[in-house]
Nanobody, 119 residues
Framework: QVQLRQSGPGLVKPSQSLSLTCDVS??????????WMWIRHSPAKGLEWMGA???????YFNPVFKSRASISRDTSKNQFSLHLDSMTPDDTAVYYCVRDQEAQPYEYWGQGTQVTVSS
């Protein structure tokens, strides 16, 4: 079955960068028609779609994050990653990796990573 497993730090200092990785099993991230995205949730802002990388490595970003976010992938490891620069306390949230496809939107989610930005 498809599983998404996240890894990364739970605590980041202000001005530092965040790197999260999502390891996918049971399904190739290069399968045509699928996109792999990052979404976060905070009580203050609710759910925020941050960006995505497609099966053919095109990236798309929410304009809110475009200047400081990047998404990459490693097909040899079947994983994709989020990098977010210049973290502030406002970036405190639970971050999720998600598989998306037009006919099966947001079908599979990672377990979530609570990221707290604090000195």
């Amino acid at each position: 079955q498809v599983q998404l497993r996240q890894s990364g730090p739970g605590l980041v200092k202000p001005s530092q960068s965040l790197s999260l990785t999502c390891d996918v099993s049971g399904f190739s991230i290069a399968t045509s028609g699928y996109a792999w995205m990052w979404i976060r949730h905070s009580p203050a802002k609710g759910l925020e779609w941050m960006g995505a990388i497609s099966y053919d490595a095109r990236t798309y970003f929410n304009p809110v994050f475009k200047s400081r976010a990047s998404i990459s992938r490693d097909t040899s490891k079947n994983q994709f990653s989020l990098h977010l620069d210049s973290m502030t306390p406002d970036d405190t949230a639970v971050y999720y990796c998600v598989r998306d496809q037009e006919a099966q939107p947001y079908e599979y989610w990672g377990q979530g990573t609570q990221v707290t930005v604090s000195s």
